[in-house]
């Protein structure tokens, strides 16, 4: 693009055009015709070349008319029009127009002046829109994380960092579906013992490091497949996706390990611990959703009442209801 000197002082008028000795040329020829039909008119005495001596310099008349008009006004104008349309579309200096001369001469300085304005306002305009995108950019990129973020807390439970029951409504109806016709589906679900003395005792801060504590073995417990929530209160629930019961039995043997583990070392009477109940997709004809978290949750209260080592008797209604089909090695 070239460069403009944007001064609010006109630049010294340029050099006369070449093509004004081509119009000299043709006003001196109009000049000797005139001339020679003046001679013939008031010279001559032949009276049949009177007409054609007056036709002739009324002909010379119009044409130097016709020359000056072109020469002064049509030609510059038409310069004049060129030169700003190659200054607006960026392929000529705006100092271009001090090549203009004739009468258009004398708006050189003004337009000259409006034209460096023009530019400058265009100048800030491109600068105010590059940060007004800048700014947009910024807060597109900070509304973006707060959506994320609002998502995850949707999504998450802010506790543990697992999903929320509201993620285990929503996707395990998906899941069970994809798993009638794939490999089989494993869920697991967990229950803190003696959570709600270890609350009266050492307060709530500790269960909800302990809660803490068994979010983040179960994470680094389970695959990236498999999805892990946390139900409300201490009950926990994994599905494992293409998996039955060997794999789910062993996680859940691991987990309770882990966590009877933790128990040991907290002040608590009695100790905390973590009971399991297990079942498979394969396990239950034309098994839902909801058909696998009753199962699961059956078999929850049965491995826990079989960690306590108490029986029940006749006149103690059961919290829940039990279940006839236990897990085949209750988690001890």
Known sequence: MP?????????EPAAQPRW???????????????????????YHTDPDTAPWALML??????????????????????????TLWLIRQGEAPIDELSRITGPLASFRGTIQDMLCELRQKKVELAICQHEMRQRIAQRTDALERLVGTLRQQANRDSLTGLYNRRMLDQHLPTIVDRSRAAADLCLIMLD???????????????????????????RSSIRDQDL???????????VLPD??????????????????????????????????????????????????????????????????????????????????????????
């Open 20 to 42: 004004r000795f081509v119009w000299w040329v043709v006003l001196t020829f109009l000049a000797s015709a005139a001339a020679f039909a003046l001679y013939l008119l008031f």
């Open 243 to 332: 998996h039955g019961h060997t794999v789910g039995h062993a996680l859940a043997r691991q987990l309770v390990c882990l966590v009877d583990e933790i128990g040991r070392t907290l002040k608590s009477v009695p100790a905390i611990g973590i009971s399991a109940g297990l079942v498979c997709l394969s396990e239950i004809p034309d098994a839902s959703p909801g058909s696998l978290l009753v199962e699961a949750d059956k078999r929850l209260y049965a491995t826990k009442v079989s960690r306590k080592g108490t029986p029940r008797t006749t006149t103690e209604p059961p919290a829940r209801p039990p279940s006839r089909r236990l897990v085949s090695a209750p988690f001890r």
């Open 228 to 238: 892990a929530f946390r139900c409300g209160g201490d009950e926990f629930v994994i």
């Open 57 to 82: 310099l009324v002909i010379c008349a119009l044409a130097v008319g016709v020359v000056h008009h072109l020469s002064r006004w049509w030609f510059p104008l038409r310069r004049f029009r060129q």
């Open 3 to 11: 460069d403009d000197s944007c001064d609010t002082h006109p630049p």
């Open 192 to 218: 803190l013992d003696n959570f709600k003395t270890l609350n009266d005792t050492l307060g709530h801060a500790a269960g909800d490091e302990l809660l803490r504590t068994v979010g983040q073995l179960i």
